[in-house]
């Protein structure tokens, strides 16, 4: 079965949370929700054991977030916009993927953003086209789309008329992708099994 991954940014309960939620009641498939602030991630020190190793030598919950990213098919990003760029948690988790950096490990799986924040939707797209976007690139993702909520409040996003409509949209697009990667899946495994008779 195809598996999905939803990662929460967010230092607190908010926006973010609240989309992603949504998301994750709509997609049909084998899930599962991470909260960054929930977790022990340290600081990435720059060491470089990894890139002789393929691993981490931070002793944290970090190790068990990258098995996460193996494990799914399709991973969702949601942040709220600080300063033109994800929150320094996020940025903790995105640093501390260094083993997987222009590795095959992701190759392919599919990344799709969901970006919530208080200013103008372009300062939202800042934050995708920079650093969720050399994220995906960094570690040869097929980033299939980015979603903007703006000028929102603490929790203001509930006020949005347009969330449904997008949430829906959002799961649609990732349920279609998902069946589309499980007939891939399927056809693979029919293949294999095949030239082995």
Known sequence: MVKCLLISGSPRKGNSDIVLGKIFEKIEC???IIYLRDKDIKHCTGCLVCAKSDKCSIKDDMGELLELMVW??????GTPNYFDNVPGLLK?????TNPFYETDMLKGKKLVSIVV????IVN??????HALTYFSNAHKLDFVDSY???DLGVDDV????SLDATVDTIALMINERLLALSILQNLDYC?????NL
């Open 92 to 96: 903790d988790f995105i640093d501390r």
């Open 117 to 120: 924040g208080g200013g103008k």
């Open 158 to 161: 509930l006020e949005d008329k």
């Open 30 to 32: 084998e899930k599962e």
């Open 72 to 77: 799914a098919d399709v991973i969702v990003i």
């Open 191 to 195: 293949n294999n099994a095949f030239q």
């Open 124 to 129: 939202s797209r800042r934050v995708s086209e």
């Open 148 to 150: 903007y909520f703006s």
